[in-house]
């Protein structure tokens, strides 16, 4: 946990919600794994050879992309990216300690939470960003901040997005939490934290 944090917000897709398993799940159920490889290649974003985004939202928006005309439905039908299994856990432990927020570009992020139970008992903030003020524009912290009433400084910021959350927290003063699942090899910048899963918040608490 990042030195002077008295809140924590959330990053959405990825960071609590597992798309990777659910693509995976989905493409099994329409017995087309090659679908996984194509997403993979198509939507992980790499700067310098390193991963530094997964834009898996893509399959929901632009499944065409992905796999015949005919998978799209079924597919599009047993998509349902499920929790981390640290999630239940992690916002249980850290929720009886400080507030917590939400902040993500997911359009349909109030439907997610609250299909997973995850509704106003879990966070003080759900904030969905706006289609033309999304992470990592800096005015798309400032709904978070504003409604936890503390300064940028003492909020600790938790995504999986090098570009999105990391360094659109740090433009907007916040303290970024770089988790990173898949151990990707970039390189750490002065005031971010890596963790590989959200319990290392709550021992770090």
Same mark, same amino acid.
């Given at each position: 946990?990042?030195?002077?944090?008295?809140?924590?917000?959330?990053?959405?897709?990825?960071?609590?919600?597992?798309?990777?398993?659910?693509?995976?799940?989905?493409?099994?159920?329409?017995?087309?794994?090659?679908?996984?490889?194509?997403?993979?290649?198509?939507?992980?974003?790499?700067?310098?050879?390193?991963?530094?985004?997964?834009?898996?939202?893509?399959?929901?928006?632009?499944?065409?992309?992905?796999? $015949?005309?005919? =998978?799209?439905?079924?597919?599009? !039908?047993?998509?349902?990216?499920?929790?981390? #299994? &640290? @999630?239940?856990? *992690? %916002?249980?432990?850290?929720?009886?300690?400080?507030?917590?927020?939400?902040?993500?570009?997911?359009?349909?992020?109030?439907?997610?939470?609250?299909?997973?139970?995850?509704?106003?008992?879990?966070?003080?903030?759900?904030?969905?960003?706006?289609?033309?003020?999304?992470?990592?524009?800096?005015?798309?912290?400032?709904?978070?901040?504003? $409604?936890?009433? =503390?300064?940028?400084?003492?909020? !600790?910021?938790?995504?999986?997005?090098?570009? #999105? &959350? @990391?360094?659109? *927290? %740090?433009?907007?003063?916040?303290?970024?939490?770089?988790?990173?699942?898949?151990?990707?090899?970039?390189?750490?910048?002065?005031?971010?934290?890596?963790?590989?899963?959200?319990?290392?918040?709550?021992?770090?608490?």
């Amino acid at each position: 946990m990042p030195t002077g944090a008295r809140a924590v917000a959330f990053d959405l897709d990825d960071t609590l919600t597992d798309w990777d398993t659910g693509i995976r799940r989905a493409a099994e159920a329409v017995d087309a794994p090659e679908i996984i490889d194509r997403v993979r290649a198509e939507t992980w974003v790499r700067e310098n050879g390193v991963i530094v985004d997964r834009h898996h939202w893509r399959v929901l928006h632009e499944p065409d992309t992905f796999m $015949a005309p005919e =998978l799209v439905e079924p597919f599009l !039908a047993a998509l349902d990216p499920p929790l981390f #299994a &640290d @999630v239940g856990p *992690a %916002l249980e432990a850290l929720g009886a300690r400080m507030p917590l927020a939400l902040l993500t570009n997911n359009p349909f992020g109030a439907e997610v939470l609250n299909r997973h139970g995850l509704d106003a008992d879990v966070f003080d903030c759900v904030a969905i960003a706006y289609p033309l003020v999304r992470k990592p524009d800096q005015l798309a912290f400032l709904p978070v901040i504003t $409604a936890l009433g =503390l300064p940028a400084g003492e909020i !600790a910021y938790v995504g999986d997005s090098v570009t #999105a &959350d @990391v360094e659109g *927290a %740090l433009g907007a003063g916040l303290l970024p939490v770089w988790i990173d699942r898949w151990n990707d090899p970039w390189p750490l910048p002065p005031g971010v934290v890596r963790i590989g899963s959200l319990m290392e918040l709550v021992e770090q608490c």
